[in-house]
């Protein structure tokens, strides 16, 4: 009976071939042949990755709270309606529309003229 240690190879003059130790020792090291994936450095991001880094960020405390009170103090006024609430010559001001009732309340900013 034969005992593992006492097994003998069959070309005891062939050196065994090491394949993928890296560093120049191996064929290919487990990286195929030409390529990109073969270079050394390489980085090749998964469209995952691109996905996510297209969504914007969140900066910044209040983030939510500046984006719905982004147009509330803002109000759309037709050029019509002014036509008739005014005469030629009277300026128009927040003020005024507040005192004609074009508007309902008094915004901080100067509403938006439309056609």
Not at 71 to 80: E, F, K, Q
Not at 82 to 100: C, D, F, H, Q, W
């Given at each position: ?69 982004r ?10 309606v ?19 009732k ?14």
């Open positions: 009976m034969t005992l593992m240690h006492e097994i003998e190879t069959t070309h005891p003059n062939r050196k065994k071939r090491r394949i993928g130790r890296g560093g120049k020792r191996g064929t290919y090291s487990g990286r195929g042949q030409k390529g990109q994936r073969a270079r050394a450095g390489r980085n090749i991001k998964s469209q995952e990755r691109e996905a996510l880094l297209r969504i914007p960020q969140k900066r910044g405390t209040g983030f939510d709270r500046r984006s719905k009170n147009g509330r103090n803002l109000v759309v006024i037709n050029i019509a002014i036509n008739r609430a005014y005469t030629e010559g009277e300026i128009v001001s927040p003020k005024t529309l507040m005192a004609k074009v508007i309902t309340r008094r915004f901080s900013r100067m509403p938006l003229i439309k056609e």
